[in-house]
């Protein structure tokens, strides 16, 4: 689990049919905590258009744990709620070159190709966190469009 004081930004991958974008050629999609440990302390290049491109080495991959109850959300039936199943990792980075504001960078790798991390900058190093659905969510489940009102 993150620690007080360490900053972290979730980059979270849905399933088209939650969010109906084209998932295919993403890879991220398909990666999984066990998908990054053979790519431990491998070199990793954002902004590698730029003339000072930055260079990441891939340090630790953090599991994260579930925070009790996070991932069960209301359903449709009444006195009842759906299980929603996640994985939740962080990729630590340390670097040389240009300095990475926080936001969205494209990263490549020789065998992995493109993806997009959202990173953040945390005691000296860049922090992405990735937070999978294991599974698509039920048909029942509707993804809320405001705050749920308090009941009487």
């Known amino acids: 689990m993150l620690r007080f004081g360490q900053v972290s930004i979730v980059c979270a991958a849905l399933p088209e049919l939650v969010i109906g974008a084209d998932t295919v050629s993403d890879p991220m999609i398909t990666m999984s905590h066990k998908s990054y440990e053979p790519l431990l302390g491998s070199t990793f290049a954002a902004n590698s258009s730029s003339l000072s491109p930055t260079w990441l080495t891939l340090r630790l991959i953090e599991a994260l744990s579930p925070i009790a109850g996070l991932g069960r959300t209301p359903s449709l039936q009444p006195n009842a709620t759906v299980e929603i199943s996640t994985e939740a990792f962080a990729l630590h980075f340390t670097s ?7 936001g969205t960078h494209v990263f490549q ?15 000296g190093e860049y922090i992405a966190v990735i937070n999978h659905l294991l599974a698509p969510l039920p048909a029942t489940y509707q993804i809320p469009t405001a705050p749920a009102a308090k009941k009487a």
């Open 96 to 102: 040389v070159g240009e300095p990475l504001s926080e």
């Open 109 to 123: 790798h020789s065998t992995l190709g493109s993806i997009s991390l959202f990173v953040t900058q945390a005691r």
